[in-house]
């Protein structure tokens, strides 16, 4: 029996008490019969709880390995970087700028601009972002018109050695 049935059989048990046309033997048996679903009630609730109790542990055990997967997530990116400076690194050192291995190509080769805020009280305003208590800048605008050839005071444009590896 589900849980609202047991719930509606007794809510329909305590309202036959509050008939005062009832005889003693039909009082008696809807008695019985309220303490039997209150039985019924009991055991179901009992099932409900141990089923959520359930539910939580195993929402525990996977928070848990969430947390765990994340950190291992950190780390293996954190040896890639290491691995990818290293290997930049020695590539330059020995002038190795472009290898290839089987299938993989390895290139030393210049990054994309990056835009580098050197003084913020220098730029023109019209670099400004407003966002409510705080400001930041449009940087894709500062490099697209630095590129362009224009002077922003207080920006400049800058690049370092990346490794594609296809």
Known sequence: MKLY???EEISELESRFENPDLTEAERASAVELYFEKEKDLEKKLEGWVCV???KNSFLKVLTDK????KRKKEIIKNNIAAFKQQLLYFMEKHGRLKEQFGDLKVSVIDSPPSTIIDDEKLLPGRYAQFIPEQITWDKNSIKRDIKAGEKVPGAHLETHKILRIK
């Open 5 to 7: 049935e047991i719930s």
């Open 66 to 69: 969430e947390k765990e997967i």
């Open 52 to 54: 959520l109790a359930n």
